[in-house]
């Protein structure tokens, strides 16, 4: 008899728990049909999800898609728990990697709602934002903010004697610009004043709402000021047999890419292999100039460059540092 009873128990519970697998598969479909596609999710990181929001006695899973601040707070705990769990260097970087791409298309979801809540004018610029200035014929230079009041923005010229004998007067201009947080915008508008000076010219920009959001970077950036060594693979599609080391500053970074500002002159194209360090991790690149800019009053060239071969780990590494997820110290916490 007594058998009989346990018996009969052991088959309750198993019942129970396959109906509340069973339960949390209807839900999984749920929430990956009704928030997670929205949110440009695979199943299997719709699943990931909720399984973390369970973990964490979260009713409403959507409020992570919604709210910044707990889904860093869960992921961040999370990747504690992978990194100091006894599962292979292998399982734990691709778990990682699930979360923060999880997280990146959270931060895609949240900019798709910011874009049609608001509407991004002139006067969302800020005094001595970088900005980039296109003229009607094509021609264009970096240059930022001076100033801005009710009426105006300003603006200085470069130093360029052919720029400044020209007549900015009425003409038509567009400026681009990031909004922070955001995304890149073209502003259109026309010069209201010239104010030329001995050795400075500075124009008067009328203020606009004719705005153009035209570019959300992909994934989150960090400007950041980070030593950096490089060399040269590959220049004009020719193999450097012996790369020498060159010195750089990187000034934005990604798990995508970064901004790399360098003496040498390097053509759009080349073939980079980069060396720096982040939390005092070192880290090894391959990256690929896309494109190159002159910095104001300076020689120097500012490289902005596409990761052709980067580890998970690293990629890790480097969204843990843009996502800021620190301890106090300012070091990486998830690194022992």
């Known amino acids: 008899m007594v058998v009989f009873i346990v018996i009969i128990l052991i088959l309750f519970f198993v019942l129970l728990s396959y109906l509340a697998f069973k339960h949390h598969l209807l839900q999984i479909y749920f929430f990956h049909k009704q928030a997670g596609l929205k949110t440009g999710f695979t199943y299997q990181e719709s699943k990931s ?88 014929n094509g021609t264009g230079f970096d240059t930022s903010i001076l100033g801005i009041d009710n009426n105006h923005i300003e603006i200085k010229l470069p130093e360029d004697q052919y720029i400044y004998k020209i007549s900015w007067k009425e003409k038509k201009i567009k400026i681009y610009f990031w909004n922070k947080d955001d995304a890149e915008y073209i502003l259109y508008s026309r010069i ?56 750089g500053w990187i000034y934005n970074l990604s798990a995508r890419g970064m901004a790399l500002r360098a003496e040498k002159e390097i053509h ?45 780990s690293a990629m890790n590494t480097i969204h843990m540092f843009v996502y800021d997820y620190t301890d106090k110290k300012g070091k990486n916490a998830f690194i022992s």
């Not at 999370?78 to 990682?96: C, F, T, Y």
Request: hydrophobic fraction near 35%.
């Open 192 to 247: 209201a004043q010239e104010l030329k000076h001995a050795s400075l010219c500075i124009v008067q920009i009328s203020h606009s709402s004719h705005t153009k959001r035209i570019q959300k970077r992909r994934y989150r950036r960090a400007d950041v000021k980070i030593p950096a060594e490089f060399r040269i693979i590959e220049q004009d599609k020719k193999m450097n047999k012996d790369p020498k080391p060159e010195k």
């Open 49 to 136: 999800l909720y399984w973390l929001a369970e973990d964490h006695r979260i009713a409403n899973k959507t409020v992570l898609l919604n709210f910044e601040n707990k889904i860093d707070y869960i992921l961040s705990n999370e990747i504690r728990r992978i990194l100091g769990s006894a599962e292979s260097m292998q399982e734990r970087d691709n778990k990682i990697a699930l979360y923060f791409e999880i997280r990146r298309k959270v931060d895609l979801a949240l900019d798709r709602k910011k874009a049609q809540s608001k509407k991004v004018t002139s006067r969302h610029l800020n005094p001595h934002q970088k900005v980039h200035v296109q003229m009607e």
């Open 268 to 312: 759009k194209d080349s073939l980079l292999e980069i060396n720096f360090a982040v939390n005092s991790e070192p880290l090894s690149v391959m990256g690929k100039v896309i494109n190159t800019n002159a910095i104001q009053n300076s020689k120097d060239k500012l490289l902005h460059i596409k990761f052709t071969k980067l580890k998970i």
